[in-house]
């Protein structure tokens, strides 16, 4: 990232995992539309549908996915490579086409999700669940507003602000325009399947992407390279490199790291649509390498919290872990209240005490997560995020 996000706003902050778990419930309303759009391809089963329909629904899926994933994504919530104002307008609109809310919106929450990733105030961490990562968070309540201040560079463009706004309206154009040119079938498969294959290969980035492939790089949180994830997203499936480096406009690193947006974008470079599209440094692609023995804090961290998790079982919410940081004279926001408890547990206690001992561990790991982040960002001459 370019920018230094300021601290998110309520309701985001959360000092404990079921704090940010409790607050969050499913708007059934609000998701209805998303459920209809699950359900409306299944009518293609009584309509007639041509060659022509399929090949309207890769086309679609392709275009989108690279409006999402080079725009949403590389551009809005990374800034790793530049472009001119209408060209960003049309990046912008291009993205809205894919029905996932705003550009505002969508890199606002991206950005909060690299600042905290796997911690507990990721918007959209794994250890909440598949379900949670994956689609949950949409739907939830607790992440339905765009935060401008998340996004004060992009933000600060009145176009930006009024596409964010009624980011619903051009999904509507192009299904209309499917329906009026090739039918209920260019409809029902052209555009509505192909929505919704594009949400759910969007959406296994923030969920299978931090549980399946495999780690090059020892970064803060859990993520994976995967080259089926990559296949289906134009190279967003490099997703551990992309942690290691979210600076960079490529996410495939080798030369078999197939990376379809990072392909066009070097074809937009070289017709001077996009300039400046920023690399990995050659020095930064060496540094903290799992195969070299780098401490993986990321997996560190995902380990003792889940051995945090089995420590304090017994004992009630995870809150009660945090407290016993107390018993050495630190008082402790033990449940996100604002206060610390007058009664601590027994310091005695075997169990307790490895409770204590782990909560301090993942403490000293959050403060070399953050140094190691700071690293890397001043690697790619950008400010610590």
């Not at 017994?314 to 809150?319: E, L, N, P, V, W």
Request: charged share 20%.
């Amino acid at each position: 990232m370019t920018t230094t996000e300021p601290s998110p706003p309520e309701p985001h902050p959360g000092t404990s995992r079921s704090a940010a778990r409790d607050g969050a419930r499913t708007d059934w309303f609000s998701a209805i539309p998303f459920l209809a759009v699950h359900a409306a391809p299944l009518a293609a089963l009584f309509v007639t549908v041509s060659l022509g329909d399929w090949i309207l629904c890769g086309a679609l899926y392709a275009v989108r996915m690279f409006f999402i994933t080079a725009g949403y994504h590389r551009y809005f919530s990374h800034r790793s490579y530049r472009m001119s104002r209408p060209v960003q307008f049309l990046m912008a609109l291009g993205g809205t086409t894919a029905a996932q809310k705003g550009p505002l919106w969508w890199a606002g929450h991206h950005r909060l999700h690299h600042r905290f990733s796997d911690t507990d105030r990721d918007v959209h961490s794994p250890r909440d669940g598949f379900w949670w990562s994956h689609v949950g968070w949409i739907l939830s309540t607790r992440y339905k507003r765009t935060e401008p201040e998340l996004v004060r560079d992009f933000a600060s463009y009145p176009e930006l602000r009024i596409l964010d706004r009624f980011a619903w309206v051009t999904p509507w154009l192009v299904g209309i325009a499917c329906v009026a040119v090739g039918g209920w079938g260019a409809l029902l498969v052209g555009f509505l399947l192909s929505t919704v294959l594009l949400w759910h290969a969007t959406f296994m980035v923030n969920s299978l992407a931090h549980v399946f492939g495999r780690r090059r790089f020892a970064t803060t949180d859990t993520s994976r390279n995967s080259l089926l994830i990559a296949l289906l997203t134009h190279g967003e499936g490099w997703h551990n490199n992309h942690h290691h480096l979210p600076a960079s406009a490529r996410q495939g690193f080798a030369w078999w790291e197939i990376d379809l947006s990072w392909y066009t974008l070097r074809l937009l470079a070289a017709l001077h649509v996009v300039r400046d599209l920023k690399r990995p440094p050659a020095r930064l692609l060496q540094h903290a390498r799992v195969r070299d023995g780098a401490f993986d804090i990321g997996m560190f961290r995902a380990h003792w919290e889940r051995a945090a998790s089995v420590a304090t079982r017994a004992g009630g919410r995870i809150g009660a872990v945090r407290a016993l940081a107390a018993t050495a004279g630190e008082p402790v926001d033990a449940d996100g209240s604002g206060e610390v408890p007058t009664a601590l547990p027994d310091a005695t206690d075997p169990g307790r005490t490895l409770a204590g001992l782990i909560t301090r561990a993942l403490e000293s790991a959050d403060e070399l997560a953050t140094a190691t982040r700071r690293l890397r960002s001043e690697g790619m001459g950008l400010p610590g995020t």
